[in-house]
């Protein structure tokens, strides 16, 4: 059974490829026409990634502020919390 989900997939793939990479009457390509748009697309991502890229650094930064020697958790630990308690 593994054997023919990877003989169909890759008759897909190469399928896919073959339809992506296929000369038109013009000479020209599907890929050709990804790579020619691809710089057009990068410019159009770049202040989401900017975005992705302050939010992510603001988080370790914040993070790494609180950093000590213990976790925050035990900042206020106390080794005997109720003194007058005995069981």
Known sequence: MGLLRLLVTGAAVAAAVNYITK?????TSIADD????APEWKEKARPYVDKLKSQFSGMTQDQNANK???????NNFSPDPDPTYSS
């Open 34 to 37: 990804l790579k020619a748009r």
């Open 23 to 27: 000369k038109r009457p013009d000479g």
């Open 68 to 74: 000590g020697p213990y976790p925050e958790k035990f």
